[in-house]
């Protein structure tokens, strides 16, 4: 595969350009899973994807606020409803096993190692 | 307020990069120690795929193999991409930059903070009712305190963010995410009943519906 090919892949999976925002994550990590929190808020379920292709973790959202008929906005601090961020997933974890939950508007994704990739302890033999 | 952004802005932004990078709360990476498992952003992998492909195919054709480009991407990323990239450093500054020149779309509250202020807010009105939408996901909505005197409103309460205390081989990566007590401050229109005001939890965000009193509602005026 040349450059040109991959320029090409990639040019066909980026989507429209819409104004996203990037929504604040914790990462964090023990001995067997990483776990990332997002602040999603006003995304229900049904407007939340969360994908893994190609070792990229991709979260997709779109808030949904039941606004009154006829109501002109004042003052806006958050300006698009739509928050999408992606990750690189390193070959250690076990992408399939990856479990995803949302609550109150935070999303939270754990992502479990690999077993062989857990650290152990290596004997030492003497002799 | 995409269209704005500018070369001059972009240029901006790359300057106040320089300019911040010895603020520690905004650069993870000075406190990172170990990158073996390793969340980088999509541009970061990107860049790598860019920039590190040729290698790999080369190296796989040589070895006669299918090029698994993949997997040497894995291990690149794994080397090069560290947790608050450069691309996620310009996306913030972005992001601030776009937070201060909206100011001159909308007039910005006496009491907006600097920066962004947690929980972000977005205020409407209608004829009967001004609405504030409070865009604070994760916290138990008994712990909120909402409270409305002479048309200012004020939220208040307390995230955790979940993070555990420093366990056993934890290592946090990425800590955006505000934890804390908070407390947002708006002045409302002085004909808002505090009696009647209602609020309401769903999916993160906090409605909080403030009524009119009734004669303060607009009134059509016959002429005579």
């Known amino acids: ?58 979260v997709d959202g779109d808030a949904t606020l039941d606004m009154p008929e006829g109501m002109e906005a004042v003052y806006a601090e958050v300006r698009t409803p739509h928050f999408r961020r992606s990750f690189a997933l390193s070959r250690e974890l076990d992408a ?13 994704i754990t992502i479990p190692k690999a077993e062989t990739a857990k650290p152990h302890r290596i004997e030492v033999r003497s002799g | 307020m995409r269209s704005i952004r500018s070369p001059q802005i972009r240029l901006l932004s790359l300057l106040k990069l320089i300019a911040d990078k010895n603020r520690s709360e905004h650069h993870p990476r000075g406190r990172l120690t170990r990158v073996p498992y390793v969340f980088a952003s999509e541009q970061t992998a990107r ?3 860019y920039t590190l492909n040729v290698g790999a195919a080369r190296r796989a054709m040589a070895a006669g193999g299918n090029p698994t480009d993949q997997e ?11 947790p608050g990239s450069l ?17 001159r779309g909308l007039p910005s509250s006496i009491r907006a903070a600097a920066g962004r202020g947690f929980p972000p807010l977005n205020v409407g009105t209608t004829p009967e009712a001004m609405e504030v939408f409070v ?8 712990g909120l305190e909402i409270s409305l005197d002479k048309g200012v409103l004020t939220i208040a309460g307390t995230r955790d963010d979940g993070i555990p205390e420093g ?13 804390g007590a908070f407390k947002r401050v708006i002045s409302l229109s002085e004909d808002v009943d505090p009696a009647q005001v209602k609020a309401d939890y769903r999916d993160g965000v906090l409605r909080i519906t403030a009524p009119r009193r009734a004669r303060a509602q607009p009134q059509r005026i016959e002429v005579k």
């Open chain 1, 1 to 58: 595969m040349n450059d040109k090919n991959v320029k090409k892949q990639e040019q066909q999976q980026t989507p429209k350009p819409v104004a996203t925002l990037l929504p604040d994550v914790d990462v964090w990590e023990d001995a067997a899973v990483i776990t990332l929190t997002a602040d999603l808020p006003g995304v229900s379920n049904k407007g939340l994807s969360v994908r893994v292709d190609n070792d990229t973790l991709l």
């Open chain 1, 96 to 108: 399939a096993r990856i479990d995803a939950k949302l609550k109150d508007g935070v999303l939270t």
């Open chain 2, 47 to 49: 860049f790598n795929r």
């Open chain 2, 72 to 82: 040497d991407l894995n291990m690149f990323t794994t080397l090069t991409g560290f």
């Open chain 2, 87 to 103: 691309f996620d450093e310009l996306d913030r500054i972005q992001r601030e930059m776009d937070g201060s020149f909206s100011e």
């Open chain 2, 135 to 142: 865009f604070v996901p994760g916290v138990d909505s008994s």
């Open chain 2, 167 to 179: 366990g056993e081989r934890l290592d946090v990566y990425k800590r955006e995410r505000f934890h």
